[in-house]
C-alpha cells in the first residue's frame, strides 16, 4: 500500500518560513509526478504546487509562486516544500498527494494525512 507521511508543520509568524516534507513508501516514487494540496479551516481543498518525476518542470498556485518552492530528492523517495515569507492566509493542512503519471498534467491517487502549519501573530 502507497505511505505518504507528511512532516514539518508547526506554528509560525507571518513572513516566517518552514519546510515541509513528505516520505514516501511502497511504490517507485521517481516514476511520479508529486503535488502539494492545502485545506485551509472551514474551506476546501486547494491545489498548491506539483512537480514532475524527475524534478525538470514545476507549477504552482498564484498565491504562493514567488515564495514556496517544490523540490524532491529521488534518492532518498522524499518529497519537500519550502515555504517563505508565511501569510496568514497560509494557514492550512497541507497534504502530499502521488500523482498518477510523470507528468503534472494528470491526476492525484494517493494523498497522506496531512500536516498543519499555522500562521499566526
Known amino acids: 500500500e502507497v505511505q505518504l507521511v507528511e512532516s514539518g508543520g508547526g506554528l509560525v509568524q507571518p513572513g516566517g518560513s518552514l519546510r515541509l516534507s513528505c516520505a514516501a513508501s511502497e511504490f517507485t516514487f521517481r516514476h511520479y509526478a508529486m503535488n502539494w494540496v492545502r485545506q485551509a479551516p472551514g474551506k476546501g481543498l486547494e491545489w498548491v504546487s506539483a512537480i514532475t518525476d524527475f524534478g525538470g518542470s514545476t507549477s504552482y498556485v498564484d498565491s504562493v509562486k514567488g515564495r514556496f518552492t517544490i523540490s524532491r530528492d529521488n534518492a532518498k523517495n522524499t518529497l519537500y516544500l519550502q515555504m517563505n515569507s508565511l501569510k496568514l492566509e497560509d494557514t492550512a493542512v497541507y497534504y502530499c498527494?502521488?500523482?498518477?503519471?510523470?507528468?503534472?498534467?494528470?491526476?492525484?491517487?494517493?494523498w497522506g494525512k496531512g500536516t498543519l502549519v499555522t500562521v499566526s501573530i
Open positions: 498527494a502521488k500523482g498518477t503519471a510523470g507528468g503534472i498534467a494528470f491526476g492525484m491517487d494517493y
